[in-house]
C-alpha cells in the first residue's frame, strides 16, 4: 500500500526575501519591470465562455420558481399576564435582551476586527522597505479525557506585527488566563490568597529554534526539559535544535514556514499554537506604520469564555477537577454554584480539587450585578 505524504514548501528567512524583493523590483529607468515584460494575448472573454456554446436541444427546460407568500407557524406560545411565569423563563429573557442581537455573536467561529492604526506622516520610513507579518494566536484545548486532548485549537486573536518589533512585544500582548497567576489547590479554603509570582518563563519555538524570555534572570529554561524528550523521542533524536533569547530577537531575522503551525509554551503546561498568516511588504508609498502602536490587535475571537456548567448564566469562576460528582472532568464552574453544590456550611463535600481563576473581591462586583439584574442566585 503506497503512502501519500503532503510536501511542505522550504522554510523562508525573512530578511533574505526582503532583500531578494527589492533587487526584484528595482532596475534603471529604461528597464522594463519583470511583469510588463510579457504581454498577454487579449481575448474576447464573452465570446468564448458564452453559456450560448454549451447549450443543446436535449437539455432540459428550466422552470422560473415563484416563492410564495412566508408564513409564520410558532412552536410555541408566550406565558399571559394572568398565568404563573417559571422564574427560569424570566432569566432566560432578561439573559437574552441583553445579549447580542447577531445569531453568530456567541459562536466559536466569529471574531471583531480593530480598525488599523492611523499613518504617522511625519515617520521616516527606509528605502529598503519594512515587513508587516499577520500573526493568528489559538487559545489551548480545554477538553480532556484519560490525560488526552479532546478539543482543537480555537481561535482567540490577531496582531499585525512589523519586522523590526522584538519577539518580547508580541508575548506581552497576547492574552491568557494564566496571565500574572499561579494555580494551586485551593478546595479545602476557597477564598484562601493565590501565592504571587516573580517569573515569567516561556518560549517560542519557531522553526527549529527555541526562543527563551530570559528578561527574569529567575526565569527557568522550559526548552532544556523538551530537549532533553527529544534527544531520547523517536522521529526527533536525530533533529538539530538550537537555543537562542527570545529579547534579542525581531521579526525580521526569523526563518518560518508560512501558515505552518508554531508553538508558544508558558506558565508549565499551557500550550499555544500561532500561525504567521500573511507577509507583507510595506514601501514609503504604501504605508507609513507609527511603530509604537505595534504589533497591533487586528481581530479578536467575541466567544473566549465559558459559561457555569450548573446554573449557564454566570461567567466560570472555577475549575474543578476529580469530582465524582460531576459529569464533565474538568467542569467549569461559578461562584455560587461551586460554594453551594460542594460545601455545606463551609465544610468540603468529597474529594475534588479546585482552582480559583479570578479573585474574591472581583467575584463580589459580578455578584452584586446580577442581583441588579433580578436574575436567580
Not at 511542505?8 to 524583493?21: E, G, I, M
Not at 428550466?62 to 398565568?83: G, H, M, W, Y
Amino acid at each position: 500500500m503506497d503512502s501519500t505524504y503532503m510536501t511542505t514548501k522550504p522554510a523562508l528567512n525573512l530578511r533574505d526575501f526582503l532583500s531578494d524583493y527589492q533587487n526584484k523590483i528595482s532596475g534603471t529607468a529604461d528597464e522594463v519591470p519583470f511583469f510588463l515584460q510579457t504581454n498577454p494575448i487579449l481575448v474576447d472573454v464573452s465570446d468564448n465562455c458564452s453559456l450560448d456554446l454549451i447549450e443543446s436541444t436535449d437539455d432540459s427546460s428550466i422552470a422560473v420558481f415563484q416563492p410564495a407568500a412566508d408564513k409564520c407557524r410558532p412552536t410555541f406560545s408566550l406565558p399571559q399576564e394572568n398565568q404563573h411565569v417559571p422564574s427560569t423563563f424570566t432569566a432566560l429573557s432578561q439573559h437574552k435582551d441583553k445579549s447580542r442581537k447577531c445569531p453568530f455573536g456567541r459562536t466559536q467561529y466569529s471574531h471583531k476586527l480593530n480598525p488599523p492604526p492611523t499613518d504617522a506622516p511625519n515617520l521616516h520610513l527606509d528605502a529598503c522597505g519594512e515587513l508587516e507579518l499577520t500573526v493568528r494566536v489559538y487559545r489551548p484545548p480545554r477538553a480532556y479525557h484519560r490525560g488526552f486532548k479532546v478539543e482543537i485549537p480555537v481561535f482567540a486573536e490577531e496582531f499585525v506585527c512589523l519586522g523590526s518589533n522584538y519577539l518580547t512585544e508580541l508575548r506581552d500582548k497576547i492574552s491568557c488566563v494564566c496571565n500574572g497567576k499561579r494555580f494551586v489547590d485551593i478546595s479545602d479554603d476557597p477564598d484562601a490568597p493565590l501565592p504571587s509570582i516573580d517569573t515569567n518563563p516561556g518560549y517560542f519555538f519557531i522553526n527549529d529554534t527555541f526562543y527563551n524570555d530570559q528578561r527574569n534572570p529567575n526565569n527557568p529554561d522550559y526548552s532544556k526539559t523538551v530537549l532533553q524528550w527529544a534527544a531520547r523521542a523517536n522521529g526527533v533524536n536525530g533533529e538539530t535544535l538550537k537555543v537562542e533569547s527570545m529579547e534579542g530577537k525581531r521579526f525580521i531575522d526569523l526563518t518560518v514556514s508560512p501558515g505552518s503551525p508554531l508553538h508558544y509554551l508558558h506558565h508549565g503546561n499551557c500550550e499555544h499554537l500561532f500561525v504567521i498568516s500573511q507577509i507583507e511588504v510595506l514601501t514609503p508609498l504604501s504605508k507609513r506604520p507609527d511603530r509604537s502602536l505595534y504589533p497591533y490587535p487586528h481581530a479578536f475571537s467575541t466567544f473566549n469564555r465559558r459559561t457555569c456548567y450548573m446554573c449557564g448564566i454566570r461567567s466560570y469562576s472555577f475549575i474543578v477537577n476529580q469530582s465524582r460528582r460531576q459529569l464533565h472532568d474538568p467542569s467549569y464552574l461559578c461562584r455560587s454554584c461551586f460554594l453551594s453544590f460542594f460545601y455545606v456550611d463551609g465544610v468540603k463535600l468529597g474529594q475534588f480539587k479546585a482552582y480559583r481563576m479570578y479573585d474574591h473581591v472581583e467575584l463580589e462586583d459580578e455578584e452584586e450585578d446580577v442581583k441588579e439584574q433580578n436574575l436567580p442566585f
